[in-house]
């Protein structure tokens, strides 16, 4: 382990107990494997259980991604098997999502080794569209994006699903605007074995854990799954280390014939360095890893620039299907802590200087702290020609955000703010804030089943949210506010979902999103003569798609056209942030995907998207949009040999970085291959233990692929790089 790394992960390793510890301790709350949508038809293309046929001779059991046959949305599914054996072991459920189509992914620090500045579907950024846990739709409040580091690991996650559309009126959550991704966690096994792994890889990568089924214990078939693990990496950005404990336990209990009880808890604790992005000239200097450096002078000095993190998630969920009658209940509760330390201009525009000396380094010091509890109550029930729908979901979310000025050289309090202020604390403090945010969205829905071939889906959702600001310091005015206000929205929706036969089916869908506003609406003086004008981002979506799936090929393509309004843009009036609707976003496009079984093991595998997003305002390319995308792969899978070869390729896209420019990114490409193979080592105790290796960017691509922002002092664009040829190599072992 580099010095770096050594400097900030110098501590026990009881931590993974502790953390486990702490995840037993912590309530467990709600929810079986379910993604959001739960009821028995068009929501199980959630899950690929649903949709997969059982065997290994059939596409569905080896194909990537695809589609479900009983889908009412272009969506693609991504199960274990592609989990396990191509995605990174220290990758997260951005690094799963990023090989469907229209889907567009930055790491620049390797996978996983910290949050993805980019995910973007169909061009909608995070914070545009849901992410779901088990079914519980999960974000910061302020600007509903996600800390795609914080949570699960690829070993917790049994399936991944890209769903590009706000869904039926049972599809919750604060951003079904753009989408969600559902994160369904590992089940249970029926039987007792011990998994332990070790992997190993570029930039001194090294991860240990193990999972643990019980199997059934009881005579009334309890049965749970813990999975442990421990990660460290250097990364591939200079001096950016990160180290992560992680620790997962789901307990499933039936009740009786009808009726199950799910128990799942989750903590996690991360520490890492955080670049900021690199400039063209540093990028040239330093070469194109550059992040941080090992200059104490320097507001670029890595301990500078850390995050301390630590997380927890749990859930209680009931399920039970009796005379016609479903109903699904979810309590739970999910909670963030960050510390966050950075120099104040690491990108060396900024020169040094304090209140205390010229020479000192200025940097800043960061909370962000949030707490959700919730609940999400579904029932069904069988009512002539189909089935009536309905229940609500509530989230209630308090904040403590604050940032303060700092002088990292002596470690105290930088006072630059308001130097009169009556203490050290309110003259250093950039924000001091309190928030919360309450959600309530009750929703109904029917199915009618038209024929044995055809059914329609109509609902409503009614969305109601409450912001409270409670400030002592707001962002940006510096100045102390109090502040309440509710909003609401009314989203209709209808699907029409067609089986020409057992092989082929199609949708078609019209349906409203809706993204509440951003916190940031608050940050004004007066937020009074903003949100007086200001409604909720809508988008209008219609979609139509078709599916084929046998046991040779599953295909599926789509055609898709949103109308975004409601904009929310800002200008200044007398020096004074206003907020206001103005324009949209205008997005068409075309979505194909497929996987064909050659036979003998082999197989294809092909997607692409032909994506296009236009301002209304100015008939620009909306940022973060790639025009097109593609994927191409080959696999192998027969018995114990599996062996694949993925290329993804994003097409360019445009940043405005400035008021003066708009940055062009070309398109690019990356290859990965992955091989394993599991082998019966003859030992008493030891089923079989499996090799597996990844090479990912083959080619050593290391080009400009997004553009990581600007610089506070010049306004200078800093961008992100592709991390350059890397290698995983995986042991594992089943035993007993």
């Keep these: ?356 000396s010229a020479t000192d380094v200025p940097g800043q010091h960061m909370r962000n702290t949030n707490r959700s509890w919730g609940d999400i109550f579904r029932v069904g029930k069988e009512l002539g020609p189909g089935e009536l729908r309905a229940g609500v979901w509530y989230d209630h979310q308090d904040d403590i955000r604050w940032l303060y000025e700092f002088d990292d050289t002596i470690n105290q309090l930088n006072p630059v703010i308001a130097p009169g202020a009556p203490s050290l604390a ?37 969305n109601n949210f409450e912001r409270d600001l409670d400030a002592t310091v707001n962002q940006k005015t510096e100045t102390p506010l109090t502040y309440s206000k509710k909003w609401n929205a009314t989203l209709p929706s209808a699907s029409f979902h067609y089986n020409f036969s057992a092989n082929w089916t199609a949708y078609a869908q019209w349906a409203k999103g809706y993204l509440a506003p951003n916190l940031n609406l608050l940050y004004v003086p007066n937020p009074a003569v903003s949100d007086s004008a200001v409604a909720p981002e ?34 200044k009036v007398g020096g004074v942030t206003e907020f206001y609707n103005g324009g949209g976003v205008h997005y068409k496009g075309l979505e194909l995907e497929g996987t064909y079984l050659l036979g003998a093991g082999f197989s294809v595998y092909a997607n692409g998207s032909l994506n296009r997003a236009i301002q209304t305002t100015d008939n620009q390319w909306n940022a973060n949009t790639p025009h097109k995308t593609a994927a191409l792969g080959f696999v192998y899978s027969d018995g114990p040999v599996y062996a694949s070869l993925f290329d993804k390729f994003v097409g360019k896209t445009y940043y405005t970085a400035n008021v003066e420019d708009d940055t062009p990114i070309g398109g690019y490409a990356i290859t990965n291959f992955a091989a394993s193979y599991k082998f019966d080592p003859h030992i008493t105790d030891v089923k079989d233990i499996k090799v597996g290796v990844q090479l990912n960017n083959l080619f050593n691509n290391t080009h400009i692929n997004a553009l990581a922002g600007v610089t506070a002092a010049d306004s200078t664009p800093l961008y992100w790089t592709i991390p350059a040829r890397n290698f995983n190599f995986t042991i594992s072992a089943d035993l007993f």
């Design 1 to 356: 382990m580099t010095r770096h790394i050594s400097a900030l992960f110098g501590r026990s390793r009881t931590t993974l107990a502790l953390c486990l510890a702490a995840a037993i301790a912590a309530p467990a709350w709600a929810g079986d494997n379910t993604a959001a949508d739960t009821s028995a038809t068009p929501q199980q293309a959630k899950s690929l259980d649903a949709v997969q046929v059982t065997g290994t001779d059939t596409v569905t059991n080896i194909a990537p991604s695809q589609a479900s046959m009983v889908a009412t949305e272009p969506q693609s599914i991504i199960g274990r098997i592609y989990i396990q054996e191509n995605v990174p072991p220290t990758g997260d459920y951005t690094d799963i999502a990023s090989i469907s189509p229209s889907v567009y992914t930055v790491t620049p620090n390797g996978s996983g080794l910290m949050e993805a500045p980019v995910v973007s579907i169909r061009g909608f950024q995070d914070g545009q569209y849901n992410v779901t846990f088990d079914g519980i739709p999960w974000m910061d409040s302020n600007d509903f994006t996600h800390h795609s580091t914080s949570y699960f690991t690829n070993q917790q996650t049994n399936s991944v699903t890209v769903d590009r559309g706000p869904g039926t009126a049972g599809t919750l959550g604060n951003a079904t605007f753009g989408g969600t991704i559902s994160v369904d966690s590992l089940n249970p096994q029926k039987q007792f074995g011990i998994n332990p792994y070790i992997s190993l890889g570029s930039w001194e990568t090294a991860i240990e854990g193990a999972t643990i089924n019980t199997g059934v214990f009881t005579s009334s078939g309890t049965s749970a799954v813990i999975n442990l693990q421990n990660s460290s990496s250097d990364g591939y950005l200079t001096f950016a280390g990160q180290r992560r404990q992680t620790v997962f336990a789901k307990v499933v209990q039936p009740l009786g014939e009808n009726t199950t009880l799910t128990f799942v808890a989750m903590a996690n604790e991360l520490n890492q360095y955080v670049p900021f992005g690199a400039t063209k000239a540093q990028i040239e200097q330093h070469g194109v890893n550059y992040g941080l450096n090992d200059d104490p002078t320097s507001q670029a000095y890595y301990r500078y620039n850390k995050d301390e993190i630590n997380t927890n998630l749990g859930y209680i969920g009931l399920h039970s299907a009796f005379d016609g009658w479903t109903i699904d209940n979810k309590v739970y509760t999910y909670g963030y802590n960050h510390f966050g330390f950075n120099g104040l201009d690491p990108n060396g525009e900024t020169p040094n200087g304090t209140f205390y």
């Design 426 to 462: 309110l003259a250093s403090a950039d924000r001091r804030m309190n928030d919360t945010l309450v959600t309530i969205q009750p929703f109904v829905e029917y199915q009618w089943n038209i024929t044995d071939n055809a059914y329609v889906i109509g609902g409503v959702k009614y």
């Design 538 to 571: 809508k988008t209008t979506n219609i979609q139509l798609g078709t599916t084929w799936t046998d046991d040779r090929l599953t295909l599926s393509g789509d055609v898709y056209k949103i109308d975004f309004n409601n904009f929310v843009q800002s200008q």
